[in-house]
T-cell receptor, first 112, second 112 residues
Framework: GQQLNQSPQSMFIQEGEDVSMNCTSS?????WLWYKQEPGEGPVLLIA?????ELTSNGRLTAQFGITRKDSFLNISASIPSDVGIYFC????????????FGKGTKLSVKP | KAGVTQTPRYLIKTRGQQVTLSCSPI?????VSWYQQTPGQGLQFLFE???????NKGNFPGRFSGRQFSNSRSEMNVSTLELGDSALYLC???????????FGPGTRLTVL
C-alpha cells in the first residue's frame, strides 16, 4: 500500500529557531494536508495544498506541494513554546480513495 | 461553528466484548471517516462514509464495522475485542467526499 516517509522523527530546537520537516512518497497525491496534534487531542488541520508547486502560508507556517506531487514540506519560522506537538503530513489520492494516508509524524520540542 | 464531537472520550472494555463509538460531524459535512491511532502503527484509515454509504474501506478485519445515519452522524462498532484494539479512534468529517478533513478529539479505547 501507499506509504509516506516523514522526516525528521523528532526535533529539539531553541525558541526563535526556524523548523523544516518534509514528507515523501512513491505515490502521486492530489492533495497534501499538514496537521498538528497535541496530547489528548485529535489532529488539527494547519494547511491544505491542492496543486503541484503550490506554496501556502498560515501565519508563521509555510507549506509547499512538490512539483512531482510526491512530496511536501512544512516550515515553521521563529518557533515559540506553543509550537510543541506532533506534526503529521497526510496525502489524499482523491476520487473514490478519499482517505488520508499519514506520515509517522515529527515530534517538535521547543526549549524556551 | 461546533467542531466534530466524539463520544465517549474514554472507554475500558475486556477482551471478547464489543464496543460502539459515536461521531457527530461538523454541521453541513456529509462525509465521515474513521481512523485508528496507535504508537506502533500511527494513524490508519478504517472506513469512509458519505450519504449513508461506505465509499472506502481500509485494511482492517471484519470485526470493525461502521454506519452513517441520515443526519450524517456515524457510529463504528468493534466486536470480539482484542488487546491489540486498544487505541485512539479518531473521526474526521468533510463537506464532501475526498475533501479536507477535520478531526474530533477521539475516543481512547483500552482493552484489558
Amino acid at each position: 500500500g501507499q506509504q509516506l516517509n516523514q522526516s525528521p522523527q523528532s526535533m529539539f530546537i531553541q525558541e526563535g529557531e526556524d523548523v523544516s520537516m518534509n514528507c515523501t512518497s512513491s505515490s502521486i497525491f492530489n492533495t497534501w494536508l499538514w496537521y498538528k496534534q497535541e496530547p489528548g487531542e485529535g489532529p488539527v488541520l494547519l494547511i491544505a495544498l491542492y496543486k503541484a508547486g503550490e506554496l501556502t502560508s498560515n501565519g508563521r507556517l509555510t507549506a509547499q506541494f512538490g512539483i512531482t506531487r510526491k512530496d511536501s514540506f512544512l516550515n515553521i519560522s521563529a518557533s515559540i513554546p506553543s509550537d510543541v506537538g506532533i506534526y503529521f503530513c497526510a496525502g489524499q489520492l482523491g476520487g473514490s480513495q478519499g482517505n488520508l494516508i499519514f506520515g509517522k509524524g515529527t515530534k517538535l520540542s521547543v526549549k524556551p | 461553528k461546533a467542531g466534530v464531537t466524539q463520544t465517549p472520550r474514554y472507554l475500558i472494555k475486556t477482551r471478547g466484548q464489543q464496543v460502539t463509538l459515536s461521531c457527530s460531524p461538523i454541521s453541513g459535512h456529509r462525509s465521515v471517516s474513521w481512523y485508528q491511532q496507535t504508537p506502533g502503527q500511527g494513524l490508519q484509515f478504517l472506513f469512509e462514509y458519505f450519504s449513508e454509504t461506505q465509499r472506502n474501506k481500509g485494511n482492517f478485519p471484519g470485526r470493525f464495522s461502521g454506519r452513517q445515519f441520515s443526519n450524517s452522524r456515524s457510529e463504528m462498532n468493534v466486536s470480539t475485542l482484542e488487546l491489540g484494539d486498544s487505541a485512539l479512534y479518531l473521526c474526521a468529517s468533510s463537506r464532501r467526499a475526498s475533501n479536507e478533513q477535520f478531526f474530533g478529539p477521539g475516543t481512547r479505547l483500552t482493552v484489558l
